[in-house]
């Protein structure tokens, strides 16, 4: 059974910043996909960032371009978000996620998902 956990998470400044971790455990397949979404309250959940299992490939939603870096360590399992340049719209509930392809992600449909973790960013 796959688990992802995340850490990392608190309240910050506008323009400060803020790393969030994710491990995964209970791979049983080598290749695959991980990636952040976030839930504002009232708002729908939305797609932050995502990458492949080896870095090669990255995909970020038009909001955090040149703010937020995402990056893998897949000797680990780990995925990390760093996130510069906080605004008080980056708060929300982000959340781990991971799946085979790429594709799911992309779509919003991720077979593993984190439990979640606060981030709040104060003006």
Request: charged residues 20%.
């Amino acid at each position: 059974q796959v688990q992802l956990v995340e850490s990392g998470g608190g309240r910050v400044q506008t323009g400060d910043s803020l790393r969030l971790s994710c491990a995964a455990s209970g791979l049983t397949f080598n290749y695959y996909a991980m990636g952040w979404f976030r839930q504002a309250p009232g708002k729908e959940r939305e797609f932050v960032a995502a990458v492949s299992w080896n870095g090669g490939t990255t995909y970020y939603t038009n909001s955090v371009k040149g703010r937020f870096t995402i990056s893998t360590d897949n000797a680990k399992n780990t995925v990390d978000l760093r996130m510069n340049s906080l605004k008080p719209e980056d708060t929300a509930v982000y959340y781990c996620t991971l799946d085979r392809t790429m594709q799911a992600i992309l779509n919003g449909r991720p077979d593993y998902w984190g439990q979640g973790t606060q981030v709040t960013v104060s003006s």
